[in-house]
């Protein structure tokens, strides 16, 4: 082997990488069709009474019901407005403790604190998802419900959830964000909990830009969800309101919004099969490499493989490997970089860190409502900090060829082999 392209050896890769996003690469001819078509009807909004049954919004939650087999759908225009109306239709309110995973996007410990809950930190382990064990220690009389938050395209142990759920009543929103079209033994994630929430973002699997969709068999919590989503209770001028009124918020979804996400849902399964047979072969490849290692849920169904994370020996290891396998014409980067204010560390998370609301106090924390005592520091979840630290990703994504593989496979080794 030549010597490391950071220390002036030849890189194994001189051409660029393949894209970042997934769906987003995909965005074509059909969508461009779709968005004109909203356009000469001239009906942008839901709920123009005229033609309300053509609705695009309305199709794209059929195709969500359709697609996860759940009873209900609704679309709204955020992940983060998905899990805020999530906890709503699950009864989370003030005086209530919700386990969220110490590493998730800033909008999980966000939603909980916004529906004047306390977001309560807990470990992940090397699958990067909840630790069922730490869970379970996390559970006080106050506790109400667990968000289980499908990470970089990996489902949680959804069996140990479910079991540690049912022995506490407790509720379970599933974040499958990250994780959409992705399976747990066969069943479509957002749809083992009580409900299930999406993304439709940027770099997630399909996109509309910004968007979401809540999934569950409830039509209590379905109801909750759509007086919540909106409180001009649009929606029941053309069905049964079966719950009294309480005051919501706008979380709408727009006709153009939900036309340029309609057929993607269709796209998913060729897109997902590519990269989960992409990461299979990586892990393969990898598995005996020394010095590094591969959690035992890396390349299984559980794992969309959106990326490629490996550990090493400390933090140090990863930085400089990270840095060593970039320069050799593969991005990689660390998961958790000290240095970076990355939201998806819960150590970022300044508001809860702070136990800061918007108007210059500490509620939900302070509320006369809420009868515990919750900490957080940068020593909360040390193991979440460790693993992370330890940690080096490569995205993929379904454009990646064989030559690509090789390319990362020759990039690891030759890191491995001159700096580890």
Wanted: glycine share 8%.
């Amino acid at each position: 082997m030549d010597k490391l392209a950071i220390q002036g050896g030849v890189p194994v890769r001189t051409k660029p990488w393949v894209s970042k996003f997934i769906g987003g690469e995909e965005l074509g001819q059909e969508e461009k069709e779709r968005l004109l078509r909203v356009l000469d009807k001239k009906r942008v909004f839901r709920y123009v009474p005229e033609g309300l049954e053509d609705s695009e919004v309305g199709q794209l939650e059929e195709e969500y019901r359709r697609f996860t087999g759940a009873k209900y759908a609704l679309a709204v225009n955020s992940g983060t407005s998905a899990l805020i109306c999530a906890l709503i239709a699950a009864g989370v309110g003030p005086g209530d403790e919700v386990i969220i995973p110490a590493y998730t996007w800033v909008a999980t410990a966000g939603a909980v604190a916004l529906v004047n809950a306390v977001p309560v930190l807990c470990e992940i382990d090397d699958s990067l998802t909840i630790d069922p064990q730490d869970l379970e220690s996390k559970i006080t009389p106050l506790t109400k419900a667990i968000i289980a938050v499908h990470m970089r395209g990996i489902s949680c142990d959804m069996d140990r959830i479910m079991s540690i759920a049912r022995k506490y009543n407790l509720k379970v929103i599933e974040d499958a964000a990250q994780a959409n079209g992705g399976k747990y033994k066969g069943q479509m994630l957002g749809s083992i909990g009580d409900v299930g929430c999406f993304s439709l973002q940027q770099s997630k699997v399909i996109t509309t830009g910004e968007g979401g969709m809540v999934v569950t068999d409830s039509e209590t919590m379905w109801q909750r969800a759509v007086l919540y989503h909106d409180g001009a209770m649009y929606q029941f001028r053309f069905t049964e309101r079966k719950i009294p009124a309480f005051p919501g918020q706008n979380y709408r979804l727009t006709e153009l919004q939900a036309a340029l996400s309609l057929g993607q849902i269709g796209k998913m399964p060729a897109m997902l099969n590519k990269t989960q047979a992409v990461k299979k072969r990586l892990v393969e490849l990898l598995r005996s490499v020394p010095k590094i290692e591969l959690s035992p849920v890396f390349g299984t169904e559980r794992d969309l493989g959106i990326s490629l994370v490996f550990y090493v020996e400390n933090s140090t290891q990863a930085r400089e490997t990270a840095e060593a396998i970039t320069a050799e014409g593969i991005p990689a980067q660390l998961v958790y970089d000290p240095e970076a204010n990355d939201q998806h560390v819960y150590v970022n998370w300044e508001f809860l860190m702070n136990k800061q609301d918007p108007w210059g106090g500490s509620y939900p924390w302070s509320s006369p409502l809420y009868k515990g005592e919750v900490h957080y520091s940068t020593e909360s979840c040390p193991r979440t900090l460790d693993l992370l630290g330890r940690a080096v990703q490569i995205r993929l994504n379904h454009l990646i060829e064989e030559e690509d593989i090789q390319d990362i496979v020759k990039a690891v080794h030759k890191v491995v082999h001159y700096l580890l």
